[in-house]
């Protein structure tokens, strides 16, 4: 085929494929609403054995808790170093996953051993929160659930 014919039949595929594609119909762009986050669990939360309240803040762009009320009797417990468990800092670095929104990975500190965990906390519901705490893998840990605190802190941390 002469070389001029073959570059007008080209031509004229480019052109076919082209009215091919303006002539379908476009696509439907949905406006997909993207929901904001769920909003961080900050405030006091009960533990699951109803033992204990932490206090879940803002530390700069990650979470922390500490622990503010202590059910016990007699004197206050120690961590694994002695030192009061009252006003303990005991969930470190939590941060948003971007894979799981609503859902914060950090650690979380045993005071008895003083061994730290890794962990992850969200809120499957507004007056609840899951804790995970496991070894390496999620898989390798137990959940427990606490729930929104309204009772009232004494001194010492001592719970009402």
């Known amino acids: 085929m002469p070389t001029a014919r073959r ?25 997909q609403a993207v929901a904001p986050p769920p909003p961080a669990p900050i405030g006091l939360w009960l533990s699951q054995d109803h033992d204990g309240v932490f206090d879940i803040e803002s530390c700069g762009p990650v979470l922390c808790g500490r622990l503010v009320g202590i059910r016990y009797d007699g004197k206050m417990p120690t961590d694994n170093h002695g030192r009061p468990q009252c006003d303990l800092m005991m ?36 007056g ?24 009232s802190i004494g001194p010492a941390c001592h719970m009402r």
């Open 91 to 126: 969930l470190t670095d939590f941060r948003p996953q971007a894979d799981d929104p609503g859902r914060w990975a950090g650690i979380i500190l045993d005071p008895e051993t003083g061994r730290r965990y890794h962990a992850a906390i969200w809120s499957p519901s507004p």
């Open 128 to 151: 609840m929160l899951n804790l995970r705490g496991y070894l390496l893998l999620p898989i390798f840990g137990e959940t427990q659930r606490w729930s929104r605190y309204a009772g």
């Open 7 to 31: 570059g007008r039949v080209a031509t004229a595929i480019r052109v076919a494929i082209l009215a091919t594609c303006l002539a379908m119909p476009a696509p439907a762009i949905r406006a």
